[in-house]
Protein backbone atom coordinates (compact mmCIF):
# COMPACT_ATOMS: atom_id res chain seq x y z
CA UNK A 1 0.00 0.00 0.00
CA UNK A 2 1.26 3.37 -0.65
CA UNK A 3 1.76 6.31 2.10
CA UNK A 4 -1.05 8.60 2.56
CA UNK A 5 1.91 10.80 3.42
CA UNK A 6 4.16 12.94 1.19
CA UNK A 7 7.63 10.76 0.63
CA UNK A 8 11.23 11.16 -0.25
CA UNK A 9 12.15 7.66 0.04
CA UNK A 10 13.62 5.74 -2.73
CA UNK A 11 13.45 2.31 -0.76
CA UNK A 12 11.35 1.02 2.23
CA UNK A 13 11.49 2.07 5.89
CA UNK A 14 13.47 -1.08 6.78
CA UNK A 15 16.17 -0.49 4.04
CA UNK A 16 16.49 3.26 4.91
CA UNK A 17 17.23 2.29 8.49
CA UNK A 18 19.83 0.11 7.61
CA UNK A 19 21.59 2.28 4.60
CA UNK A 20 21.13 5.23 7.40
CA UNK A 21 23.43 2.82 10.48
CA UNK A 22 26.12 1.94 7.25
CA UNK A 23 26.39 5.80 6.43
CA UNK A 24 26.57 6.60 10.06
CA UNK A 25 29.27 3.46 10.85
CA UNK A 26 31.29 4.64 7.35
CA UNK A 27 31.21 8.65 7.98
CA UNK A 28 31.87 8.50 11.45
CA UNK A 29 35.01 6.50 10.66
CA UNK A 30 35.77 5.28 14.44
CA UNK A 31 35.61 9.12 15.42
CA UNK A 32 33.36 9.68 18.76
CA UNK A 33 29.71 10.72 17.92
CA UNK A 34 28.14 13.43 19.69
CA UNK A 35 24.13 13.52 19.47
CA UNK A 36 21.89 15.92 20.66
CA UNK A 37 18.85 14.41 21.91
CA UNK A 38 15.60 16.91 22.73
CA UNK A 39 13.29 13.71 23.53
CA UNK A 40 11.44 13.86 20.50
CA UNK A 41 11.16 10.79 18.16
CA UNK A 42 13.37 12.81 15.53
CA UNK A 43 16.58 12.54 17.71
CA UNK A 44 15.08 9.48 19.67
CA UNK A 45 15.94 8.16 16.43
CA UNK A 46 19.09 9.51 15.43
CA UNK A 47 20.45 8.77 18.99
CA UNK A 48 19.86 4.57 18.38
CA UNK A 49 20.38 4.45 15.21
CA UNK A 50 23.88 5.92 16.01
CA UNK A 51 24.09 3.32 19.31
CA UNK A 52 23.64 0.37 16.54
CA UNK A 53 26.86 2.08 13.93
CA UNK A 54 29.07 2.79 17.05
CA UNK A 55 27.56 1.49 20.05
CA UNK A 56 29.99 3.03 23.70
CA UNK A 57 31.48 5.70 21.30
CA UNK A 58 27.81 7.48 21.13
CA UNK A 59 27.46 10.37 23.65
CA UNK A 60 23.81 11.63 23.99
CA UNK A 61 23.49 15.40 25.16
CA UNK A 62 20.38 16.45 26.16
CA UNK A 63 19.96 20.12 26.78
CA UNK A 64 17.53 21.53 29.18
CA UNK A 65 16.94 25.20 28.15
CA UNK A 66 14.40 25.62 30.36
CA UNK A 67 11.97 26.06 27.52
CA UNK A 68 10.66 22.11 28.22
CA UNK A 69 6.98 21.16 28.66
CA UNK A 70 6.05 20.55 32.41
CA UNK A 71 8.18 17.76 33.65
CA UNK A 72 9.85 17.03 29.87
CA UNK A 73 13.43 17.15 31.43
CA UNK A 74 12.85 14.59 33.74
CA UNK A 75 10.76 12.64 31.48
CA UNK A 76 13.89 12.48 29.04
CA UNK A 77 16.28 11.58 31.49
CA UNK A 78 14.74 8.54 33.11
CA UNK A 79 13.54 7.31 29.37
CA UNK A 80 17.13 7.52 27.48
CA UNK A 81 18.61 6.61 31.02
CA UNK A 82 16.56 3.65 32.13
CA UNK A 83 14.71 2.86 29.27
CA UNK A 84 17.54 2.52 26.31
CA UNK A 85 20.80 2.04 28.13
CA UNK A 86 21.99 5.39 26.07
CA UNK A 87 25.00 7.10 27.65
CA UNK A 88 23.31 10.72 28.45
CA UNK A 89 24.57 13.80 29.45
CA UNK A 90 22.00 15.95 31.25
CA UNK A 91 23.14 20.09 30.68
CA UNK A 92 20.77 22.14 33.12
CA UNK A 93 21.30 25.96 30.87
CA UNK A 94 18.45 27.74 31.17
CA UNK A 95 19.97 30.73 33.25
CA UNK A 96 22.30 30.64 30.44
CA UNK A 97 19.62 30.64 27.73
CA UNK A 98 17.31 33.58 28.84
CA UNK A 99 20.21 35.46 29.91
CA UNK A 100 21.29 35.57 25.91
CA UNK A 101 18.04 35.98 25.14
CA UNK A 102 17.11 38.92 27.37
CA UNK A 103 15.51 41.87 25.79
CA UNK A 104 15.31 39.60 22.36
CA UNK A 105 11.98 39.58 20.78
CA UNK A 106 12.14 39.21 16.82
CA UNK A 107 11.41 35.48 16.56
CA UNK A 108 14.31 34.80 13.44
CA UNK A 109 16.73 36.04 15.86
CA UNK A 110 15.37 33.90 18.73
CA UNK A 111 16.02 31.14 16.73
CA UNK A 112 19.62 31.95 15.55
CA UNK A 113 20.60 32.57 19.26
CA UNK A 114 19.07 29.58 20.32
CA UNK A 115 20.84 27.28 17.29
CA UNK A 116 24.44 28.74 18.45
CA UNK A 117 24.24 28.03 21.64
CA UNK A 118 23.00 24.62 21.39
CA UNK A 119 26.12 23.87 19.44
CA UNK A 120 28.45 26.40 21.68
CA UNK A 121 27.48 23.85 24.49
CA UNK A 122 27.82 20.36 22.56
CA UNK A 123 31.58 21.63 21.64
CA UNK A 124 31.85 22.44 25.57
CA UNK A 125 30.67 18.76 26.54
CA UNK A 126 32.62 17.38 23.52
CA UNK A 127 35.74 18.91 24.43
CA UNK A 128 35.04 17.84 28.21
CA UNK A 129 34.62 14.17 27.08
CA UNK A 130 38.04 14.11 25.48
CA UNK A 131 38.16 14.13 21.63
CA UNK A 132 36.17 15.80 19.19
CA UNK A 133 34.41 13.49 17.06
CA UNK A 134 31.06 14.26 15.23
CA UNK A 135 28.02 16.34 15.66
CA UNK A 136 24.33 14.49 15.13
CA UNK A 137 21.20 16.06 15.50
CA UNK A 138 17.67 15.11 14.56
CA UNK A 139 17.37 17.56 11.17
CA UNK A 140 13.76 16.13 9.11
CA UNK A 141 12.82 17.78 5.87
CA UNK A 142 9.76 20.26 6.25
CA UNK A 143 12.95 21.55 8.99
CA UNK A 144 15.18 21.98 5.82
CA UNK A 145 12.72 23.21 3.45
CA UNK A 146 11.11 25.81 5.57
CA UNK A 147 14.65 27.26 6.53
CA UNK A 148 14.38 28.47 2.75
CA UNK A 149 17.13 25.66 1.92
CA UNK A 150 17.16 23.03 -1.27
CA UNK A 151 16.11 25.71 -3.20
CA UNK A 152 12.69 26.49 -1.00
CA UNK A 153 11.96 29.99 0.25
CA UNK A 154 12.32 30.54 3.59
CA UNK A 155 9.67 30.81 6.22
CA UNK A 156 11.60 30.13 9.30
CA UNK A 157 15.04 29.51 10.42
CA UNK A 158 14.77 26.32 12.38
CA UNK A 159 17.59 26.76 15.05
CA UNK A 160 18.82 23.41 13.73
CA UNK A 161 19.25 24.88 9.88
CA UNK A 162 19.13 28.29 9.29
CA UNK A 163 20.19 28.93 13.45
CA UNK A 164 23.70 26.88 12.63
CA UNK A 165 26.28 29.33 13.41
CA UNK A 166 29.16 29.12 10.12
CA UNK A 167 31.98 27.79 12.30
CA UNK A 168 31.58 24.84 14.73
CA UNK A 169 33.91 22.47 16.43
CA UNK A 170 33.76 19.61 15.03
CA UNK A 171 34.55 17.16 12.40
CA UNK A 172 30.90 17.23 10.86
CA UNK A 173 27.47 16.95 11.04
CA UNK A 174 25.23 14.11 10.37
CA UNK A 175 21.97 14.09 9.49
CA UNK A 176 20.39 10.73 8.91
CA UNK A 177 16.73 11.84 8.63
CA UNK A 178 17.63 15.05 6.62
CA UNK A 179 15.51 14.05 3.30
CA UNK A 180 12.41 12.58 5.57
CA UNK A 181 8.89 13.71 6.96
CA UNK A 182 7.81 13.33 10.00
CA UNK A 183 5.87 10.37 9.50
CA UNK A 184 8.61 8.65 7.48
CA UNK A 185 10.86 9.04 10.90
CA UNK A 186 7.62 7.66 13.24
CA UNK A 187 7.89 4.25 10.73
CA UNK A 188 11.28 4.32 11.31
CA UNK A 189 11.48 4.61 15.08
CA UNK A 190 8.82 1.18 15.13
CA UNK A 191 11.33 -0.51 12.65
CA UNK A 192 14.12 0.28 15.30
CA UNK A 193 11.85 -0.65 18.05
CA UNK A 194 11.08 2.28 20.16
CA UNK A 195 7.72 2.19 21.86
CA UNK A 196 4.67 2.98 19.95
CA UNK A 197 3.88 5.07 22.70
CA UNK A 198 7.09 7.09 21.92
CA UNK A 199 7.04 6.64 18.25
CA UNK A 200 3.80 8.38 18.27
CA UNK A 201 4.57 11.36 20.44
CA UNK A 202 3.60 14.87 18.93
CA UNK A 203 6.29 17.03 18.15
CA UNK A 204 7.64 19.39 19.88
CA UNK A 205 10.10 22.06 18.52
CA UNK A 206 13.55 22.42 19.30
CA UNK A 207 13.71 26.01 20.54
CA UNK A 208 10.92 24.41 22.93
CA UNK A 209 8.10 26.90 24.79
CA UNK A 210 11.25 29.82 23.63
CA UNK A 211 8.81 29.72 20.03
CA UNK A 212 5.53 29.59 22.04
CA UNK A 213 6.22 32.70 23.77
CA UNK A 214 6.13 35.79 21.96
CA UNK A 215 8.01 38.16 22.20
CA UNK A 216 10.83 38.56 25.09
CA UNK A 217 11.35 35.62 26.89
CA UNK A 218 11.23 35.49 30.53
CA UNK A 219 10.90 32.76 33.12
CA UNK A 220 7.32 33.69 34.40
CA UNK A 221 6.22 34.05 30.78
CA UNK A 222 7.71 30.31 30.12
CA UNK A 223 5.89 28.80 33.59
CA UNK A 224 2.49 30.55 32.36
CA UNK A 225 2.66 28.79 29.02
CA UNK A 226 4.03 25.53 30.34
CA UNK A 227 1.13 25.27 32.99
CA UNK A 228 -1.72 26.20 30.56
CA UNK A 229 0.27 23.45 28.24
CA UNK A 230 -0.11 20.82 30.90
CA UNK A 231 -4.07 21.35 31.41
CA UNK A 232 -4.62 21.62 27.71
CA UNK A 233 -2.69 18.37 26.81
CA UNK A 234 -3.84 16.52 30.23
CA UNK A 235 -7.58 17.47 28.93
CA UNK A 236 -7.41 16.77 25.19
CA UNK A 237 -6.24 13.07 25.99
CA UNK A 238 -8.22 12.44 28.81
CA UNK A 239 -11.07 12.85 26.28
CA UNK A 240 -9.64 10.90 23.78
CA UNK A 241 -9.51 13.84 21.61
CA UNK A 242 -5.65 13.79 21.49
CA UNK A 243 -5.93 11.37 18.20
CA UNK A 244 -7.74 13.43 16.10
CA UNK A 245 -4.48 16.16 16.49
CA UNK A 246 -1.38 15.33 15.31
CA UNK A 247 0.31 18.36 17.53
CA UNK A 248 -1.67 20.12 20.04
CA UNK A 249 -0.61 23.12 22.62
CA UNK A 250 -0.87 26.81 24.52
CA UNK A 251 1.00 29.64 23.70
CA UNK A 252 1.50 33.14 25.20
CA UNK A 253 1.07 35.41 22.32
CA UNK A 254 2.06 38.67 24.72
CA UNK A 255 -0.96 39.97 24.78
CA UNK A 256 -2.97 41.59 28.22
CA UNK A 257 -6.42 42.78 28.49
CA UNK A 258 -8.71 43.63 30.92
CA UNK A 259 -10.82 41.15 33.11
CA UNK A 260 -12.78 40.43 36.15
CA UNK A 261 -11.51 38.51 39.30
CA UNK A 262 -12.68 38.39 42.58
CA UNK A 263 -15.44 41.37 41.85
CA UNK A 264 -11.95 43.40 40.89
CA UNK A 265 -10.21 44.59 37.57
CA UNK A 266 -7.49 42.90 36.60
CA UNK A 267 -5.34 43.28 33.81
CA UNK A 268 -3.31 39.72 32.97
CA UNK A 269 -2.14 37.28 29.88
CA UNK A 270 -3.85 35.78 26.93
CA UNK A 271 -3.46 31.77 26.35
CA UNK A 272 -3.89 30.65 23.04
CA UNK A 273 -4.34 26.95 22.43
CA UNK A 274 -4.23 25.51 19.30
CA UNK A 275 -4.60 21.66 17.94
CA UNK A 276 -3.99 20.26 13.98
CA UNK A 277 -4.10 17.72 12.26
CA UNK A 278 -1.62 16.80 9.57
CA UNK A 279 -0.08 13.94 7.50
CA UNK A 280 3.52 16.16 6.47
CA UNK A 281 3.82 19.31 8.69
CA UNK A 282 3.95 20.93 5.33
CA UNK A 283 -0.02 21.90 5.63
CA UNK A 284 -2.12 21.32 8.33
CA UNK A 285 -5.98 21.65 9.66
CA UNK A 286 -7.99 22.83 12.34
CA UNK A 287 -9.26 20.29 14.60
CA UNK A 288 -12.85 21.03 15.55
CA UNK A 289 -13.11 21.00 19.17
CA UNK A 290 -16.23 20.06 20.92
CA UNK A 291 -17.31 23.69 22.24
CA UNK A 292 -18.04 22.19 25.82
CA UNK A 293 -14.35 20.70 25.90
CA UNK A 294 -12.90 24.05 25.18
CA UNK A 295 -15.13 25.52 28.05
CA UNK A 296 -13.79 23.32 30.32
CA UNK A 297 -9.92 24.07 29.73
CA UNK A 298 -10.65 27.71 29.14
CA UNK A 299 -12.16 27.10 33.07
CA UNK A 300 -9.37 25.12 34.43
CA UNK A 301 -7.02 27.78 32.69
CA UNK A 302 -8.31 30.90 34.01
CA UNK A 303 -8.76 29.71 37.06
CA UNK A 304 -5.65 27.21 37.71
CA UNK A 305 -3.07 29.33 36.07
CA UNK A 306 -2.32 33.06 38.43
CA UNK A 307 -1.50 35.62 35.66
CA UNK A 308 -4.18 34.30 32.58
CA UNK A 309 -7.90 36.15 32.28
CA UNK A 310 -8.55 35.32 28.99
CA UNK A 311 -8.02 31.93 26.44
CA UNK A 312 -8.30 31.33 22.48
CA UNK A 313 -8.82 28.77 20.27
CA UNK A 314 -6.51 29.60 16.99
CA UNK A 315 -8.43 28.44 13.95
CA UNK A 316 -5.78 29.38 11.69
CA UNK A 317 -4.83 26.26 8.65
CA UNK A 318 -1.42 26.03 7.35
CA UNK A 319 -1.17 27.36 4.83
CA UNK A 320 -1.93 30.82 5.85
CA UNK A 321 -0.27 29.97 9.04
CA UNK A 322 2.43 27.73 10.56
CA UNK A 323 1.69 25.48 12.94
CA UNK A 324 3.95 27.34 16.00
CA UNK A 325 3.19 31.27 15.84
CA UNK A 326 7.14 31.50 15.70
Known amino acids: MKPTFKSNLTTSIDQFVADAINDIKKRSNGK ?38 KGEGDFVEKLFKETHSINLIRVNAEARYLKKLKGVTEPEKKRKIIGEEFIRIFEEEAKKLGEVGYFMQGTIYPDVSESGHDGH ?19 GILEPLR ?69 YFAMLPNVSSVGVRNSARVY ?17 SVVPLPYEFLAKVV ?27 E
Open 153 to 171: KNVKSHHNVGGLPDIIDFK
Open 32 to 69: PVLCALSGGVDSAVCAVMAQKAVGDKLTCIFVDTGFMR
Open 179 to 247: SLYKEEVRACAVALGLPKEFAFRQPFPGPGLAVRVLGELTKEKCDIVREADAIFTSELEAAGLSEQAKQ
Open 299 to 325: NRITTEVKGVNRVVYDLTPKPSGTIEW
Open 268 to 284: EQAIVLRAVHTTDFVSA
